[in-house]
């Protein structure tokens, strides 16, 4: 019987080395095996070189990557090790965002870092290999797998998932992500899903099911979306806006009645100032009320002031942003009425005795805001409603109406002490 | 592209397991090329096993642990041998019968067929 040398062991070993195999044990038996088949050609008589060219054109033809490729798919290494991993993932994503979102409810540090980290592994890693795993079950029960499905699937999860991680952390785009991601559910995922429950007759439950899901969540989606502020909530801002348009009438009339008693340049330049921004304040709330929507204009009277029993959509955010930061054609009021506050503040500060300093700095602080150090403007105007921002507005004007007429009663005393003894 | 020729590889795919797991029950241990010439012998070359079908087939054997293998050096070469173990032996066993029992019926099926002309 024919023996290979160990030269031509080498020249066939090279020769399986080139179609790139990565699991040695198949690669060494697969070596054996040839060796088998070329020294039994030998003893028919043919030369080595000659069982060799055979044997390679063999080789072509088997396709050594699919054999292999068929071995750990039937041994289900990488499956089985793919599927650990997506298991672990799938208890470690949930609990992470679930841990993330008590942290953030307790206003606890870390919080982000939690659901960024726990949106990350669900979108970016649980996602895809889910749709790995999926596709190989498929496969192995010998199916035709519906690429486009998974394909599309995973993208779309992916952005969905991004746009609710940059809604929660208030980052820009969110809005784009999820209307794209609905865009695309809607557009292609639905009708993959509907042709793949059509065709696939044995799991047609399984995909009706999903379907059904899809189409619930995406309902629940949009309510979230539609109602935003629950009525309850809008319910008692109304009525505390209400309560500060109210209450600043109130001190204003008493504002004026003290103004008629004391007769002094600078009361009069206060008394102007503190006009002119509670009248700047009032526009602004006019535009938002109006940048809502036109029925609003019922709720405006002439001299500008505000019914809110007969304004409505008090819930939409845009219009609140619109007026304060602007967009590309109009330029926003935001900026302006900051810096008007911090001069009448300034003015204020100068008029007033030291005893008033506080109250002064503390009512009309325009600095950042909360821990977080959020800037004065974007922590009270960006995404809030248009109730919410009329009760900023509002408190405001009830603040300045307040300081001015404590700073005037302080003026009396000082300037007046001996007309009021007398 | 599984195994060539005459009878044809869906018949075979679902039996190869079969064939290996008798092969190894007669013969205690083969390794790969072996089992590809002895069914070659068995059915006069009729059937051939390509090492496309045969070789997952065996690591899938030996991941259900009915089979087991050992590794022994020819010169620069490594030839692994593969033998049965006992939850193999009654695989085996079960297998066999199982194959006979579908063949037995499948021949009455098919003989008595009225719908078929098989004469």
């Known amino acids: ?422 | 592209m599984y195994i060539y020729v005459m009878i044809s590889k869906d018949l075979l795919k679902g039996t190869l397991k079969t064939i290996v797991l008798k092969l190894l029950e007669e013969n205690e241990r083969m390794y790969g090329y072996e089992i590809t010439r002895e069914v070659e012998r068995l059915t006069e070359g009729k059937v051939q096993l390509s090492w496309g079908a045969l070789y997952p087939a065996l690591h899938k054997l030996e991941s259900d642990r009915l089979i087991t293998s050992e590794e022994e050096s020819i010169g620069k070469r490594v030839r692994k041998y593969y033998r049965l173990t006992e939850s193999g032996t009654s695989a085996a066993k079960e297998k066999v019968r199982e194959f006979i029992d579908f063949v037995t019926i499948m021949g009455r099926v098919l003989d008595t067929g009225p719908s078929l002309n098989l004469a």
């Open chain 1, 1 to 422: 019987m024919a023996e290979l040398t160990d030269r031509e062991i080498e020249i066939l070993n090279r020769e399986i080395d080139k179609q790139g195999l990565t699991y040695t044990q198949l690669q060494k038996e697969l070596l054996d095996h040839l060796c088998c088949d070329i020294e039994a050609k030998m003893d028919e008589g043919i030369e080595f070189l000659k069982a060799y060219e055979e044997i390679r054109k063999r080789l072509e033809d088997n396709r050594i990557q699919e054999i292999q490729e068929e071995t750990l798919l039937l041994i289900n290494q990488k499956y089985r090790m793919m599927k650990k991993f997506m298991y672990i993932l799938g208890s470690i994503a949930p609990s992470l965002l679930i841990v993330g979102a008590v942290f953030k409810l307790q206003h606890w540090p870390g919080a982000n870092v939690l659901i960024v980290l726990g949106s990350f592994l669900l979108g970016a890693v649980y996602l895809p290999v889910f749709a790995m795993v999926s596709i190989r079950d498929t496969r192995k029960r010998e199916k035709r797998v519906n690429m486009p499905m998974y394909v599309v699937g995973v993208i779309t999860g992916f952005i969905f998932i991004t746009g609710v991680l940059f809604k929660i952390m208030h980052w820009p785009g969110a809005g784009v992500a999820l209307t794209f991601s609905v865009l695309i559910t809607v557009a292609v995922f639905i009708p993959v899903l509907v042709i793949q429950a059509l065709k696939d007759k044995e799991n047609q439950v399984q995909s009706f099911s999903i379907l059904i899901f899809i189409l619930a969540f995406m309902a629940v989606n949009i309510m979230v979306f539609a109602l935003k502020v629950s009525k309850n909530v809008l319910g008692s801002i109304v009525v505390t806006t209400a309560e500060n348009m109210a209450t600043s009438q109130i001190i204003e009339s008493r504002n004026t009645l003290l103004l008629e008693n004391v007769q002094l340049e600078q009361t009069k330049l206060m008394a102007e100032e503190t006009d002119e921004l509670d009248h700047n304040i009032q526009m602004i709330m006019v535009d938002i009320l109006m940048a809502t929507h036109e029925n609003n204009r019922a709720a405006v009277s002439l001299d500008n002031t505000i019914d809110l029993k007969k304004a409505s959509y008090f819930d939409i955010h845009k219009s609140t942003e619109l007026v304060i930061f602007g967009n590309e054609i109009s330029k926003g009021k935001g900026e302006e009425l900051q810096t008007a506050l911090e001069a009448y503040r300034e003015l204020l500060m100068v008029q007033a005795g030291s005893e008033l300093d506080n109250a002064i700095e503390r009512m009309l602080n325009t600095g950042p805001q909360d821990n977080d150090q959020v800037p004065w403007l974007d922590y009270h105007f960006r995404q809030t409603p248009m109730i919410s921002a009329l009760n900023t507005l509002s408190n405001l004007q009830l603040k300045i109406r307040f300081l001015e007429g404590e700073v005037l009663n302080e003026l009396l005393a000082k300037h007046q002490p001996q007309e009021l003894n007398q």
